[in-house]
């Protein structure tokens, strides 16, 4: 659902902001480094320029990617679109147990890109992948910037195992389990999940590690999970210990994909994030 959105959002680039300046030309190259798949969207430019690391949810399609590829490209921001289960040969069959280390691989490679200014990184993801996006930026001093849709507060199991979707060093990341509530609908059971106060403060993220400005992006009527609430939570929590960026919140009445109507609105305050955070930076 949300690679939909992404691609709606790519579709109307062109329209979505007449006030800004002409668009770039990029060029896509596959990325071959260590066991990434991945490509890299480059503007056609002059000096260095900014990298946002990209990467989506349940969805293991090349749909996200190509989305943040043709936003942020076509504006003068580079992105070194993922994925990271099933899509490719030698990836995890499904989003369980996936290292941390394969995105930090990202952030590696960039710095052995000429055209990139790896002292100005980003990361951008939304759904299952906010949980990674998040980790990637707490684990990662190289991140400056993030930007989020539909987010969790917290990390959950795999989708096929009741272990940790995510690993870091070898060790599970502390994971929350979905009860078995039968007749309930999803959102109820991760409401149940996330009433358990104990359970919920050990996998809470720290945030507090975070190196740069944050954009929330929630959805008021997701039918998968509570992320207009966990989007409040995370900003109380920046706020108790004392963030020191800047931290956006915005939800739209829509579902857990938004829709066609928000969809230029949000692409636009994606990328003009990451141009105030990352290009417009000295």
């Known amino acids: ?148 849709t539909t987010p969790s507060k917290v990390a959950w199991a795999g989708m096929t195992s009741p272990r940790s979707a995510w690993t870091y060093q070898g060790q599970d990341i502390p994971a929350l389990n979905l009860p078995e509530m039968p007749g309930s609908t999803q959102i109820q059971r991760f409401e149940a999940a996330l009433a358990e106060t104990e359970k919920v403060k050990a996998a809470t993220f720290a945030f507090e590690k975070i190196r740069g400005p944050i954009l929330l992006i929630s959805a008021e009527n997701d039918q998968i999970w509570p992320g207009t609430a966990m989007s409040r939570d995370i900003l109380d929590y920046l706020k108790t210990h004392g963030f020191a960026y800047s931290a956006v919140h915005k939800s739209y009445p829509t579902g857990h994909a938004f829709s066609q109507a928000t969809a230029p609105e949000i692409k636009n305050m994606i990328v003009e994030h990451f141009l105030a955070t990352l290009k417009n930076q000295p």
Do not use: H
Not at 43 to 49: I, N, R
């Open 1 to 148: 659902m949300l690679t939909r959105l992404l691609l709606i959002l790519a579709a109307c680039i062109a329209f979505c902001s007449p006030s800004r300046a002409q668009p770039f030309d990029y060029e896509v190259r596959p990325v071959q480094y260590k066991n990434l798949a991945a490509r890299l969207y480059l503007p056609k430019t002059s000096g260095k320029v900014p990298v946002v690391i990209g990467f989506g949810g349940s969805d293991p399609s090349w749909g996200f990617a190509d989305a943040n590829g043709a936003m942020m490209a076509t504006r003068g921001i580079a992105v070194i679109g993922l994925v990271y289960f099933k899509t490719e040969p030698g990836l995890p069959p499904s989003l369980d147990q996936i290292p941390m280390e394969y995105f930090i691989s990202a952030l590696d490679y960039a710095e052995t890109v000429p055209e990139l200014d790896a002292s100005r990184m980003g990361v951008v993801s939304g759904s299952r992948g906010s949980e990674a996006g998040f980790l990637l930026a707490i684990l990662d001093a190289r991140i400056k910037s993030v930007a989020i």
